[in-house]
């Protein structure tokens, strides 16, 4: 048994609620000095809002939070900083247009002071970067930095704050394998500096790799605490989503005719992330092709010149044989794409929308809905009911705002949109972020039968989890370059991830 | 503190910051006549009898009134795609001016009207289209070119007015020449001095409203100003769309400046608009860019001028209480319909 | 030509210029703060004539010329509070709030002036602030006529722009408004107050717009008339971009823009400009600065959170 000074956060309680929905329920949790405790949970189980609570930055309904035996003042981040935890966001919280330095050094002088020091402490970031085995330029911008150093980054403000706990919100999400084992050194380093770790996750053989101890949120409770020696995936994953969830199977398929093709396609850089150069693809019928790669590698450049929001700077793109002259969001989705964007809030939908309006976003403009210029929202409507229910939307009707659905709901309701018109092409960008497991299991169900019914399927996606358990055949994407196609089951994670740090792509090219 | 989207806001959540708006204002207002030492209900009462008190009042109040939903709408119908048109005063005075040029005798009865109208509208219009492709193109903000239009447009009128179409008979006051009396606007009912630039504006009010909710343009016009990003991903041609709605909104605004000079003054001089333009801002924002609300924000604002000036000289408060009036009207009003919809919590 | 050559080599142009410059030189180093730290401030028009007014009716009142100019900063802070506390914690509309104050604040200054002075027919004048000769840097020879025999208030612009550029890129505070005008979420997760930010930068920018206003009536001019600021808070708006959001490009920016400005009314005098109409000479500022904009276009890294609200929590 630990002894109670040995205990340096205790969260007492917690109980958070955001209008009806309580996000938080009764959650306690202790961390003792040197353990990593995990937080394991599905999406919106109510991990990132209980640390936000722990950082300051929501404050708790009920509930308080203790560190090194003191109580923190709710809502302020700044105590919980001086109080010696540090917390690296699953959205990096960095200012693009600063330095490294600058970044690191923000708010831990007083604001108003002549700045001094400047060299003792760039020393000290560097005896960090060092000491934990974190490589990034103190003077780089920060908006020139790879998704891997940003993370870096937001590490390196932790500890030059001197945390003691830190907390780290899905760090391995944006990272390759090879980057994910990196960081799992540091943070082994980090543990033998005698730093406390909260390891926030949903993915099971990372938490099985790296955790003392996990604590299971399902709906903003605890359901289970138990040691990971004491424990396996299967019995964590029933935990996490209380039974068992069925996920689709997809068998291999070979591919029919190409559909939608790439012919050394080129495009510009957009700012930090890299632009194409010269890639070919082929998106084929009754085929999934999963792109992986870590993001700002030349995914968005793909998914926009599929979607039609761009055209190749070079090269060609080929659209059921044929070249198309006008290329843009409209020409593709009468071409008969479906698209499914990365980003259902900002780009998919329009939040004070109704779900009628929103059905009809893309196709208001063809016969049915409208006639030479005036909306028939009549049969809009119609349109909506139909994809409320074939695709078991849950919502108070077709004329509520969009805004009140939850994350999956949203995501069914684009689908509907775009698979109803039967497309001959589909691309998903991201399709599953930030869903629960049943939402993961019906998104992914109708892909496989859109592929099963002869759609040619483009699935981007950071999880490779994902990319190796629905394609039929893979390409990697680093630096804006293109790995060969790699048929399912034929790369392992590991393989895979080197091609994700841009190895074997020169190679590749030489064989060519 | 923090911001909590409340999902279902009730009728009382939505009425009730409204209405507290408007209590807040009238009690800036009575605060305003003590300082100028008059009683507050005295002065409340003089504002509005002096609005809606006599038939000569209200006519006043109608006549003032028409201007404005022309600007109101313009503003209404821009912002509601997210087109920040501060320069409604230009478009404005671009109206007032096509009605000089075609009105003092370029064109015969009976298309003289018709005519001129349209040629009002298009070239309001185009002089919104500047500052639109300015940002379509090359991404210029509009808020600052449109603004920057007022001044460069009046500045127009004055040379116009001291030089090509200044009025020989003027006797050096800055006025143009008259308008022949074909290509006035006729009264509605005659005797009483209300032309059809309100009946006008009635219409176009309407129209602007189908336009929104019954045309594809509609749609896209307000699904580009609700989400930008989401319009150009869903094919809508958001370009072109603004360009439309630049079309759409200076031709309004020019009607504001026609039919002042058409119906109302029948001659163009500098003092046209006290700031229409500007006021046209409030009323849109106060309808919450509703095209019918327009007319009725409209009509309370104008009321507010008129009854603001009989007060002023029967109560000595400065007229310049109705500005002051409606600007505090606008910032609470923006602040209560954001109390609607989201709740302040504690972190 | 020959004319034109003329007016720019002497030193009572230049004296002109710098003149011209110093309202735009505080009000856009105001505006500048206030997009710093991501809030576009379209009350500025509204709080130059604020500033413009309060300045000189306090010394129409018998205060010295500098307590004048205390109470034009006071009062521009507390427009500048109203603007902030509506588009910082509640995240209103920054256009909608912007202009709602600018006509708050023009509004209130008419209302205001006519409460006061009721009957003036003619607009009452103060004694402003006189030249000031800057010891033996005022005898050198052009130099010294043009730049070192100005206002006090003049001085006083070039080091609130040099005391702009410092504090924004010296400072661990200018480091903390550049960060919250780039990203919010950085400065909240480092403890810092992204609120406290925004509205400590809204309201000592809107100070500095007040003192730009102030200047017109206390050391430019030296009576209050309801339409002298006449767009040039616009004009500053405008060249906070010309300047791509820098301190010291906004500077040579005003400058420049107060030489086309000096320029224009020099050229009206001579024998061409007698022929062109005067309208066309006064459209020259409203004009440069769509030019001002159009040049600098896309050229500029817009502070990136600018005019985007920042909810607690929200990443």
Known sequence: MAGAQDIVLRLDRITKRFGPLVANNEISLELKRGEVVALLGENGAGKTTLMNILFGHYVADEGSVEAFGQPLPPGNPRAALEAGIGMVHQHFTLADNLSVMDNIRLGTEPLFSHRSGRSASKAKVEALSRDFGLAVSPDARVGSLSVGERQRVEILKALYRDAKILILDEPTAVLTPQETDALFETLRKAIALGLSIVFISHKLHEVMAIADRCIVLRHGKVVGEVDTKNTDRAALAAMMVGGTVAMPKAEYRDAGPALFQFMNVSTPDKGAAPGLKSVNLDLSSGQILGLAGVSGNGQAAIADLVSGLAVPASGEIIVLGNKVPHWSPRTAIGSGIARIPEDRHKTGTIADFSLTENAVLEGYFRDGFSKRGWMDWKAAEGFAKDIIAKYDVRCPGPSARIRLLSGGNMQKLILGRVLEPKPAIIIANQPVRGLDVGAIAYVHSRLIAARDAGAAVLLISEDLDEIQSLSDVIHVVSEGRLSPAFKRGSRTAAELGLWMAGHGFDEASHAA | M??????????????????????????????????????????????????????????????????????????????RAKLWNIGAEAQLYAGAIVAVLLGTGAIGSPFVLPVSAAAAMLLGALVLLGPVLLKTRLGVDEVVTTLLFNFIMLLIVSWLLEGPMKDPAGMGWPKSTALIPEARLPRIVTGLRLHWGFGLALIAAVIVWVIQTRTTLGFEMRAVGQNQQAARFAGMPVNSVLIKTALLSGGLAALAGWSEVAGLKGHLSLDLSPGFGYTGIIVAMLALLHPIGVVFTALFVAGIFVGSDAMSRAAGVPTYIADMLLATALLFMVLAISLTRFRVVRG | MSELFDILISASFWAAVIRIASPLIFATMGELICERAGVLNLGIEGIMVIGAFTGWMAVYQGMPLWGGVAVAMAAGMAFGLLHATLTVP????????????????????????????????????????????????????????????????????????????????????????????????????????????????????????????????????????????????????????????????????????????????????????????????????YVLSILALIVMSRRAEVPAALMVPYNKGER
């Open chain 2, 2 to 79: 923090r911001l909590e989207p409340v999902a279902n806001p009730n009728l009382a959540r939505q009425l009730g910051y409204p209405a507290a708006a408007l209590v807040a204002t009238v009690l800036v207002a009575s605060l305003l006549a003590l300082m100028a030492g008059a009683n507050p209900f005295a002065t409340l009462g003089l504002i509005l009898k002096g609005a809606a008190g006599s038939r000569f009042a209200l006519l006043e109040t109608l006549n003032r009134a028409t201007p404005l939903i022309f600007t109101g709408l313009a503003v209404a119908v821009a912002f």
């Open chain 3, 90 to 285: 509640f995240g209103l509309s920054q256009h909608v709030v912007g202009l709602g104050v600018t006509l708050l604040a023009t509004s209130t200054s008419s209302f205001t002036y006519r409460l006061m002075l009721p009957e003036v027919t003619s607009p009452p004048k103060i004694e402003p602030f006189q030249p000031l000769d800057i010891p033996f840097l005022s005898d050198v020879p052009f130099f010294g006529p043009a730049l070192f025999s100005q206002t006090a208030l003049t001085y006083a612009a070039f080091v609130v722009a040099i005391l702009t550029f410092w504090v924004l890129f010296r400072t661990p505070l200018g480091l903390a408004v550049r960060a919250v005008g780039e990203s919010p979420s950085a400065v909240e997760s480092q403890g810092l107050s992204v609120t406290g930010l925004r509205m400590g930068a809204v309201i000592i920018g809107s100070g500095l717009m007040a003192v730009g206003g102030a200047f017109l009536t206390l050391s430019a001019f030296s009576s209050f008339f309801f339409e002298m600021v006449n767009g040039r808070g616009w004009i500053c708006v405008a060249l906070v971009v010309f300047g791509a959001w820098k301190p010291g490009k906004a500077l040579i920016g005003a400058i420049l823009f107060a030489a086309f400005d000096a320029l224009q009314i020099r050229l009206q005098q001579t024998p061409i400009g007698a022929n062109i109409p005067y309208q066309f000479f006064l459209m020259a500022p």
